[in-house]
């Protein structure tokens, strides 16, 4: 006889479990999760601050990239406001007829906004031609000198940073979906566990390989780390030569899996199926996709619909159904279904 579990028993009877990769592949574990480092992880980084910056949205990014200008221009512009300030040339009514033995540093810097002005006309280059450091006060040119060489520095990083978010192999992984929910069904005479995947771009992938880790509930509330292997067809272990349309793979279901006493047997224990998707355009940039599953998300006595048809006119064509699922032949009996709520559950 085939034990059903339902929902509301195998689920809803113990407390809800933060999850640990979301489906879109983020890590879940927020700043509770992180509490531990405390101060220290601010230090840490900042002190990757290249990192720092490309995992940083793209709002972030461009706020920071006009807030470092601007702080970078508002600093020099005191600086060289101070400058005209202890030369005397904020006392000079006249920068073209300045008083004999007076050498004034930078012409027309007679208020902060003129500072400002100059330091932006400086930093970008521009030279309107009313102001400019006169080669007679070596303050002026080597304040010059040290903008210009850390405005330089500082255009490098941004542009950079830029350059790198935009042509990140990680962007490819987008164009990579994960079947919403695992289905558990017949392939080939054995039961097993399927997940689906599909490259909505037609630009195809290659040396793609699927790795699984089953994080479980233990004694204590640890989490213990077991691999799960998935194949794909025919070819084994080995990775696929070529990803450009919806592929499916499965893990047995046997005595041996350590899947089995979490889906085939009673066991209520939380755990958490996280996939790895890794993959390389034909630039051989490498780029990895992730998601998660769940016990509810997770469908018994199910398959996935074929994804790949023929037209009228002899031309493959990819369904645009390829994550529907369709009834599955019955399951051994050895193992228990885990009903997800729709009310099918049956007896054999």
């Given at each position: 006889m085939c034990k059903v579990l339902s929902k509301a028993e195998a689920v809803l009877s113990r407390p809800s479990c933060q999850r640990l990769v979301n489906k879109d592949g983020r890590c879940s574990l927020g700043s509770r999760g992180r509490g531990a480092l405390g101060q220290g992880r601010w230090l840490l980084?900042?002190?990757?601050?290249?990192?720092?910056?490309?995992?940083?949205?793209?709002?972030?990014?461009?706020?920071?990239?006009?807030?470092?200008?601007?702080?970078h221009w508002l600093l020099f512009a005191c600086l060289w406001y101070l400058l005209a300030h202890f030369n005397g040339d904020l006392d000079v009514p006249d920068h073209d007829a300045p008083p004999e033995g007076h050498i004034v540093c930078v012409k027309y810097i007679n208020s902060f906004t003129a500072a400002f002005s100059?330091?932006?006309?400086?930093?970008?280059?521009?030279?309107?031609g009313t102001m400019y450091p006169s080669g007679d006060c070596p303050s002026a040119i080597a304040l010059l000198a040290v903008q210009m060489l850390l405005g330089l520095m500082l255009e490098a990083f941004i542009t950079g940073a830029f350059v790198a978010k935009i042509a990140r192999p990680q962007k490819r992984a987008g164009s990579i979906q994960f079947s919403p929910e695992a289905v558990v069904g017949q392939h080939q005479g054995q039961t097993c566990l399927m997940i689906r995947a599909t490259n909505l771009l037609w630009r195809p992938l290659v040396d793609v390989r699927l790795n699984a880790v089953l994080y479980q509930e233990c004694e204590g509330q640890a989490?213990?780390?077991?691999?799960?292997d998935f194949y794909l067809d025919q070819l084994g272990g080995q990775p696929c030569p070529l990803f450009f349309f919806p592929l499916t793979w499965y893990h047995p279901?046997?005595?041996?899996?350590?899947?089995?006493?979490?889906?085939?047997e009673s066991s209520t224990a939380h755990f958490e199926l996280v996939v790895f998707?890794?993959?390389q355009e034909g630039s051989g940039d490498s780029c990895q996709k992730r998601t998660s599953y769940l016990r509810q998300e997770v469908q018994f006595d199910r398959r996935f619909v074929p994804a790949l048809g023929m037209d009228s006119r002899g031309q493959f064509k990819v369904s645009p159904q390829y994550f529907s699922t369709a009834h599955s032949k019955p399951l051994d009996k050895d193992c228990v279904v885990q009903i997800n709520g729709d009310g099918s559950e049956r007896m054999e």
């Open positions: 980084a900042l002190q990757d601050m290249w990192g720092l910056m490309l995992a940083l949205r793209w709002r972030w990014v461009v706020l920071a990239f006009c807030l470092s200008f601007l702080f100059f330091s932006l006309e400086t930093q970008l280059t521009i030279g309107y989490l213990h780390q077991t691999t799960v279901l046997d005595r041996r899996s350590p899947l089995y006493p979490v889906l085939c998707l890794s993959a």
